[in-house]
């Protein structure tokens, strides 16, 4: 039997406070559903600390307001409502996802006076993808979507609208076996993938996407800096679509997807290298506060 995400025993924190998990439950006519007018974060506790929580919820509200939405929740008090969401669900080691939306007041497309809400919920997630792919590393598929530019929509924010291009290009990847898809921007460069910030590594320089129309991901920013402190260079900048043949190494990057190497994107295959698996350790020793 399948275990769907609205049938669950446990506790989701809705608008201060802690419902039954099945409870948890908004009207059909709630603006976000029409609308895509909801922003939300993807969060790991790992041994019952979430990692860069601050981070997390500063986006969190950061992107809300850029869609001109006052979360009526501090910093302060989001992170204590996660620290009470894990602890109400016994968790230690789970995935966060914090969710904010536009409410039912009205179905319009302009809504400036609806009421603002926020719901947490948390679940264990151990590892986003199975130990044979985080061994053989990740197969993707070139997206025939394109992530916007920002003068097109609000391309750096986690907002819920941005992921319509993200599901149809998972959807279509995975139909044809792939693990996911990575997309190209509107100027035809190397983006990102749906769920993931993207490195590539060519005679042992890094280089990623500079974060102009993606989400510049927390765990990205974590891993630029781990690789400069082991003295490897890395250069965010455009990167045409046409040089990913020129790259040895390639990693994905995310909060769910942690640091997974990928082996080929469409017809190029890359080797699970060395400056792969040192960062991915980095990291797990970084979250599990091993260093
Ligand atoms: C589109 C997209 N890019 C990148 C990321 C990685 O961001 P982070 O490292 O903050 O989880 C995510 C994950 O949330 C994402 O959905």
């Known amino acids: 039997m399948v275990l769907t995400m609205d049938d669950r025993d446990g506790y989701i924190w809705l608008d201060g406070q802690l419902v039954d998990w099945r409870s948890a439950n908004v009207h059909i006519l709630t603006h976000a559903m029409h609308y895509a007018s909801s922003v939300f974060e993807g969060e790991r506790a790992y041994n019952g600390v979430v990692f ?7 986006r969190l509200i950061d992107g809300a307001a850029f ?3 006052k979360v009526p929740w501090s910093l302060e008090q989001i992170n204590q409502a996660v620290s009470d969401t894990l602890k109400a669900n016994g968790l230690v080691d789970a995935y966060v996802r914090p969710l904010v939306w536009r409410g039912a007041e009205r179905i319009s497309v302009s809504a400036p006076d609806a009421t603002i809400h926020l719901a947490i919920a948390t679940w264990p997630w151990p590892k986003y993808f199975p130990d044979e792919v985080i061994k053989n590393g990740m197969r993707l598929d070139i997206s025939k979507w394109r992530r916007p530019s920002p003068e097109t929509a609000p391309a750096t924010i986690k907002a819920a609208g941005l992921y319509m291009i993200c599901t149809l290009s998972s959807n279509e990847a995975l139909s044809k076996g792939y693990n996911d898809a990575l997309l190209l921007d509107y100027r035809g460069d190397i983006s990102e993938a749906t769920g993931a910030n993207i490195f590539l590594i060519r005679d042992g320089v890094i280089h990623t996407p500079d974060p102009h129309c993606i989400l510049n991901g927390i ?7 781990l690789a400069r402190e082991r003295g490897i260079e890395v250069i965010e900048r455009p990167i045409p679509f046409e040089e990913l043949g020129s790259f040895d190494e390639v990693f994905l990057t995310g909060t769910a997807y942690e640091v997974i190497g990928v082996s080929s994107i469409g017809d190029h295959s890359f080797t699970m290298g060395d400056t792969t698996r040192q960062l991915a350790k980095d990291y797990d020793d970084l979250v599990n506060r091993r260093v």
């Not at 860069?52 to 500063?58: A, L, P, W």
């Not at 765990?219 to 800096?225: D, E, G, K, S, Y």
């Open 219 to 225: 765990t990205r920013q974590t891993i630029i800096r």
């Open 67 to 69: 869609m001109g939405m």
């Open 52 to 58: 860069e929580q601050d981070k997390h919820h500063q």
